[in-house]
Every structure is written in structure tokens, then in C-alpha cells.
């Protein structure tokens, strides 16, 4: 059995198997800063989230509001490995359930999660367009709204998440915001 590979590239998983909505609208705002709003589903947008990261300073900012309950923490200056360590801890909590916004940022960029899910990149340069292009996202000049209708996630308690983030904000050493 011979097996032939032509000049193109092999399909990766998560291309054939995504749900078709994979994409991104790009635009810079009237302050100078570019916007990318991704819209994808609620696993991949946690895991975009993660692997965007990578390509920030080896210092960040680090923001986390647990909308369930009202708490929130925020870090200066903290160590990109370990943020990265704590997204890749909490992927799976964050994708099932929701209502937490999450920000790794610094003075010229910031990636963002919303408690809905929606995940945002802000940059002081157009930098994440291309980045985002490069993970296989197409540009779009508006995205799909999401399909349901009243609340955008589920209010309901979710011991596990909370019990996540509360030990992910121990961990990193973050400081209960006001």
C-alpha cells in the first residue's frame, strides 16, 4: 500500500470537524486600538484563548470575575507560564459552564473572555489579525449572534468552577478587586 501526499496540508481535526462558524471581524477602533471579536464555539474559544496567550510578554496583567457569585481578582505583573498553566487548568470548567470573564493583558495587548463565552483580542497594532488568520479563522465583516435567546449562560451554581477559579486565583496570587 503506497500512500501519496500532495502539496497540500493535511486537514487538521478541529477544521473538518467545526461547526462552520469559525471566524473573526476585525476593525480598528476610533482610540487607535484594532478589535478582533472571535466567534466560535465554547470549546474552542476557551482553547483559543490559551494558545493566543503564548504570544504575549513573559509578564502579564491577569483579571478573573466569577459572575456566579460576585467575586473577582486581579493580578499585576504575574508569570505567562503559570497564566497559561491556569488557563490549561481551567479549559474544561470554563467551556461547560460559563460566567466567568477572563483578561491576560498588558499595556499594548489584551485577550478577553466573556462570561457568554465570546473571546476578544485587543492590540495596540494589527498583529492579531494575522495571528488569528494564521490559526485558520476567516474574516468576516460581521459575526453570527449566538442562537439563544434570554440569558447567555446558565446561572445556575457550578461548585466546580467556582472552586476552580478560587484556587487558580490562590495559586497565581491574586488580589480580591473591589
Known amino acids: 500500500m503506497m500512500i501519496f501526499r500532495g502539496r497540500q496540508p493535511q486537514v487538521t481535526v478541529w477544521r473538518r470537524f467545526r461547526s462552520g462558524i469559525d471566524g473573526f471581524t476585525f476593525e480598528q477602533l476610533p482610540d ?15 482553547d483559543l484563548l490559551y494558545v493566543l496567550s503564548e504570544h ?8 478573573v470575575a466569577d459572575r456566579r457569585n460576585g467575586t473577582s481578582w486581579v ?16 479549559k474544561i470548567p470554563l ?17 478577553s473572555l466573556t462570561s457568554a463565552l465570546d473571546l476578544y483580542a485587543f492590540g495596540r497594532s494589527d498583529r492579531w489579525l494575522y495571528l488569528l488568520q494564521s490559526k485558520g479563522l476567516e474574516q468576516y465583516g460581521a459575526v453570527a449572534g449566538k442562537p439563544w435567546r434570554g440569558q447567555p449562560w446558565d446561572r445556575a451554581p457550578a461548585p466546580a468552577l467556582t472552586t476552580a477559579i478560587a ?8 488580589s480580591a478587586a473591589p
Open 95 to 111: 467551556a461547560a459552564y460559563g460566567g466567568v470573564d477572563l483578561s491576560v493583558y498588558t499595556a499594548d495587548d489584551q485577550l
Open 75 to 90: 493580578g499585576t505583573d504575574v508569570a505567562l507560564p503559570d497564566v497559561r498553566d491556569a488557563l490549561a487548568r481551567l
Open 167 to 174: 484556587s487558580t486565583a490562590e495559586r497565581l496570587g491574586l
Open 32 to 46: 487607535g486600538v484594532f478589535e478582533a471579536h472571535i466567534a466560535t464555539n465554547a470549546e474552542r474559544a476557551v
Open 56 to 63: 504575549l510578554p513573559p509578564a502579564v496583567d491577569f483579571a
